[in-house]
T-cell receptor, first 111, second 113 residues
């Protein structure tokens, strides 16, 4: 089955810096790659997603890139703010829309 | 348009008791997914249901766990004879189609004493 690896597990940046989180997947049939932000004790919230027919997608300070050949995708956050601090999860969908999640990255943005 | 609803938000059970977790999908959504999140870990898929049908239960333990999504009413995840290792946050998500975005509910935090 699908396996998603995510790095780094923790990431500390200064406010205003950029943050990059990387994920790799194993199933070449996966075709949808969402990113979720989860604050402590809250539900995962979709922040951006990309489908396999697109190489890059951007939404204000957030962008995602996808390299199908290498089977990896990355989340880029520019001009980070303290409210960006949370755990971020990448995921891949395979088969019957079963989301397979990465292990999460704890992002800490210091003022 | 109300989002995905889950209840209870917190549930405490003693070992050996039964836990019933309920999930009402967003209006118009007929696809429901259950995920489990252990403390400090990612979410793990458990089961995918459409109205009255289990589509994929590959992530659900074969014993003690069951799920249903009846024609009327919420989806229910049932855990019989709970053990301490069942303590986790259980999230459900819903989507409008098999290729649609999944919207998550607030989760039920199960604590087994």
């Amino acid at each position: 089955g699908e396996n998603v690896e995510q790095h780094p597990s923790t990431l500390s940046v200064q406010e205003g810096d950029s943050a990059v989180i990387k994920c790799t997947y194993s199933d070449s049939a996966s075709n949808y790659f969402p990113w979720y932000k989860q604050e402590l004790g809250k539900r995962p919230q979709l922040i951006i997603d990309i489908r396999s027919n697109v190489g890059e997608k951007k939404d204000q300070r957030i962008a995602v890139t996808l390299n199908k050949t290498a089977k990896h995708f990355s989340l880029h956050i520019t001009e980070t703010q303290p409210e960006d601090s949370a755990v971020y999860f990448c995921a891949a969908i395979t088969g019957f829309q079963k989301l397979v999640f990465g292990t999460g990255t704890r992002l800490l943005v210091s003022p | 348009n109300a989002g995905v609803m889950q209840n209870p938000r917190h549930l405490v059970r003693r070992r050996g008791q039964e836990a019933r977790l309920r999930c009402s999908p967003m209006k118009g959504h007929s696809h429901v997914y259950w995920y489990r999140q252990l403390p400090e870990e990612g979410l793990k898929f458990m089961v995918y249901l459409q109205k009255e049908n289990i589509i994929d239960e590959s992530g659900m333990p074969k014993e003690r766990f069951s799920a249903e999504f009846p024609k009327e009413g919420p989806s229910i995840l049932r855990i019989q004879q709970v053990v301490r290792g069942d303590s986790a946050a259980y999230f459900c998500a819903s989507s409008s189609s098999s290729e649609g975005e999944q919207f998550f509910g607030p989760g039920t935090r199960l604590t087994v004493l």
